[in-house]
């Protein structure tokens, strides 16, 4: 399977923390999830904790490498911007990915956030969400039980599949 592609100094291991969720479902395809998540206002229609998605620049409403734009996660206000966006193409996966920051000094948050969907054999989809995490918010959220980053993205990739299905993007089985 494809992985994520990681920026100097984000390799899962060697920040303060990691999260990965992946779901693997009938029915959809890469192509049919990708405007949900690459129109980042969508977000906050299918995930609780997402709202108030913005670009600068006069970018958007499409993520595309270098868009800069900012959105609420975790009561953090979060600036980011996109440095990987490739839309699904047969045989490849989409990927998408952000660096996103919040706060100064002992209150700075540095992610990096990447997503993987790929079309696999016999009509099914991978979907797998990646993050890693720099700065004090970070180890105080990886040592958080039940960990919030996880639990958060999986309600992200939850909402992702279900938003697919009721917006009538389901391929048949």
């Given at each position: 399977?494809?992985?994520?592609?990681?920026?100097?100094g984000f390799e899962p291991g060697y920040t303060?923390?990691?999260?990965?969720?992946?779901?693997?479902?009938?029915?959809?395809?890469?192509?049919?999830?990708?405007?949900?998540?690459?129109?980042?206002?969508?977000?906050?229609?299918?995930?609780?904790?997402?709202?108030?998605?913005?670009?600068?620049?006069?970018?958007?409403?499409?993520?595309?490498?270098?868009?800069?734009?900012?959105?609420?996660?975790?009561?953090?206000?979060?600036?980011?911007?996109?440095?990987?966006?490739?839309?699904?193409?047969?045989?490849?996966?989409?990927?998408?990915?952000?660096?996103?920051?919040?706060?100064?000094?002992?209150?700075?948050?540095?992610?990096?956030?990447?997503?993987?969907?790929?079309?696999?054999?016999?009509?099914?989809?991978?979907?797998?969400?990646?993050?890693?995490?720099?700065?004090?918010?970070?180890?105080?959220?990886?040592?958080?039980?039940?960990?919030?980053?996880?639990?958060?993205?999986?309600?992200?990739?939850?909402?992702?599949?279900?938003?697919?299905?009721?917006?009538?993007l389901s391929a048949p089985l």
């Amino acid at each position: 399977m494809n992985a994520i592609h990681w920026p100097q100094g984000f390799e899962p291991g060697y920040t303060d923390n990691f999260v990965s969720n992946e779901v693997i479902v009938a029915g959809l395809t890469a192509a049919q999830v990708w405007p949900l998540l690459s129109f980042a206002h969508k977000w906050p229609s299918y995930y609780g904790n997402s709202a108030n998605v913005g670009f600068h620049d006069g970018k958007g409403p499409e993520l595309a490498d270098g868009v800069r734009f900012h959105f609420e996660t975790f009561g953090f206000p979060v600036q980011a911007q996109c440095n990987e966006c490739v839309a699904p193409a047969a045989g490849e996966p989409a990927r998408i990915a952000w660096h996103g920051w919040a706060g100064e000094g002992d209150t700075r948050l540095d992610v990096h956030h990447a997503w993987l969907i790929e079309d696999l054999p016999g009509g099914r989809v991978r979907i797998l969400t990646q993050e890693t995490q720099k700065g004090r918010p970070a180890q105080e959220l990886a040592r958080t039980r039940p960990n919030p980053m996880l639990n958060g993205h999986q309600d992200w990739l939850d909402g992702l599949v279900q938003a697919a299905r009721a917006n009538g993007l389901s391929a048949p089985l």
